[in-house]
């Protein structure tokens, strides 16, 4: 199964931005949907982002208009541009692909959002 690993998250004041990444030890792009998952402390774990095979793009309505995801298929790597970031934003976060034969889940990054 592929191995997903994030990194670039960090520490942020209420409205900076950081960009996560998610790096495929395999393709990702033969998954049929890949995103961002998060969990906060006492909190479900919640879709952020998705973006299909067909390249279809869905968002959590808290995120629209400031997150945006993305691929780099010679990379090999998906993103998470993250911006005007607010303390509710301050969560663990995951990547994940899913396939037809698992799901593959990043080990996850923290994202700290706090003045």
């Known amino acids: 199964q592929v191995q997903l690993v994030e990194s670039g998250g960090g520490l942020v004041q209420p409205g900076g931005s950081l960009r996560l990444s998610c790096a495929g030890s395999?393709?990702?792009?033969?998954?049929?949907?890949m995103g961002w998952y998060r969990q906060a402390p006492g909190k479900q774990r919640e879709l952020v982002a998705r973006i299909t095979i067909g390249g279809s793009i869905n968002y959590a309505d808290s995120v629209k208009g400031r997150f945006t995801i993305s691929r780099d298929s010679a990379k090999n790597t998906m993103y998470l541009q993250m911006n005007s970031l607010k303390p509710e934003d301050m969560a663990r976060y995951y990547c994940?692909?899913?396939?037809?034969?698992?799901?593959?889940w990043g080990q996850g990054t923290q994202v700290t959002v706090s003045s």
């Open positions: 994940y692909a899913g396939y037809s034969s698992g799901t593959s």
């Open positions: 395999g393709s990702i792009f033969s998954a049929y949907a």
